[in-house]
């Protein structure tokens, strides 16, 4: 619980959407039953692993500004880079291509990564108000789902369900870790979810520091829970 709780904390001072990529990260498991969820968790959250990075080069921008929607109270001033869809394209060929150079997928398996790491932008249309480039310096889109809380808690917990669920029915545990961890990896996820809802991060620096933190420390637990499940198909 002292490891569920410090992750939590360390995504509290983030409050952005997440747990809707996660979930498809969970349900291509079934696609790519041999792809790491690793894998598939960098692809469908690529943007926002490079986003503090970006960040922190002040090449992108972010303001803490509560009521800016109801469900963050972040407003993304500019991220051309990390989220426009031109670019996101462009990193999604990359992941996919590179993916595939390390002799681990073939080609099919490269354009589910790439479709992945593309759908980042899909979804945040959804949540995110207009903000949302379609390329550097172009029209930005979003369909504001974030202005309710409800409604989004709603869509993306169902989300969250039914990804795992798919991941559930495509693997299983061969032992001890592979058991605890998953369930550890769905509920720091879950618990850290609850706790964006209502949480203001103090700095734009701590967001870089627990952006960086918490996108590295879940790509490893994901990676070692996942290489302690078998494919059951």
Not at 47 to 67: C, F, K, S, T, Y
Not at 106 to 130: E, N, P
Not at 169 to 182: P, S
Request: charged content about 10%; overall charge positive; cysteine-free.
């Amino acid at each position: 619980m002292e490891v569920v709780a410090a992750w939590q904390r360390v995504y509290s001072t983030v409050p952005r959407m997440f747990i809707g990529h996660f979930a498809l990260g969970f349900a291509a498991k079934r696609a790519a039953p041999r792809v790491s969820l690793a894998a598939l968790f960098g692809a469908a959250q690529l943007a926002d692993l490079l986003w503090p990075l970006l960040l922190a080069l002040g090449l992108e921008h972010v303001r803490i500004a509560p009521g800016d929607t109801a469900f963050t109270p972040l407003q993304f001033v500019s991220y051309p880079y990390s989220h426009s869809l031109a670019l996101l394209i462009v990193w999604g060929v990359a992941f996919g291509w590179l993916y595939s150079r390390s002799g681990r997928a073939d080609r099919g398996i490269a354009v589910l990564l790439a479709l992945l790491v593309v759908s980042h932008w899909v979804l945040d249309v959804a949540t995110h108000r207009a903000d949302m480039p379609l390329y550097p310096g172009g029209p930005t889109f979003g369909l504001g789902l974030w202005n309710s809380v409800p409604a989004t808690v709603a869509i993306e917990a169902a989300m969250y369900a039914a990804g795992v669920a798919v991941y559930m029915r495509a693997t299983r545990a061969r032992d001890a870790v592979g058991r605890w961890a998953f369930v550890a990896l769905v509920a720091i996820l879950a618990i850290a979810y609850v706790g964006n809802i209502s949480s203001v991060p103090p700095s734009v620096g701590l967001i870089i520091v627990a952006s960086i933190i918490g996108g590295a420390a879940t790509i490893v637990l994901s990676w070692w829970a996942d290489r302690h499940r078998d494919i059951q198909m």
